[in-house]
């Protein structure tokens, strides 16, 4: 099982970015998929986003609602997070990884990629 996160870097606030996800060694039209965000203190993970294995977004984080878009392409194996309006809060190491119901899918992880959102 692989994860390949790209797509992120500094920005000021305001401004945007698209993160993406290339995955492998796993059957991804049977998994929802989602984008996790890592509190840079406590290296705490948690999901910003999820989408189901249909391409409908199952769940996103209060305090990027409005914001942030979740997608896949289930040809291409790849997930997608539009992040908009980026704000100071949102500086974080992003990853993405499958998910069955509420439990993370795999043990693996990417290496992320690091959003910084700064004047």
């Known amino acids: 099982v692989q994860f390949v996160e790209s797509g992120g870097g500094l920005v000021q606030p305001g401004g945007s970015l698209t993160l993406s996800c290339a995955t492998s060694?796993?059957?991804?039209?049977?998994?929802?998929m989602a984008w996790y965000h890592q509190d840079p203190a406590t290296k705490a993970r948690w999901p910003v986003a999820?989408?189901?294995?249909?391409?409908?977004?199952?769940f996103i984080d209060g305090d990027v609602k409005g914001r942030f878009a979740i997608s896949r392409d289930n040809d291409k194996k790849t997930v997608t997070l539009q992040m908009n309006n980026l704000q100071p809060e949102d500086t974080a190491i992003y990853f993405c990884?499958?998910?069955?119901?509420?439990?993370?899918?795999?043990?693996?992880w990417g290496q992320g990629t690091q959003v910084t959102v700064s004047s």
């Open positions: 990884n499958a998910q069955v119901g509420t439990q993370i899918a795999f043990d693996s």
């Open positions: 060694g796993f059957t991804f039209t049977s998994v929802d």
């Open positions: 999820i989408v189901d294995r249909f391409g409908m977004t199952k």
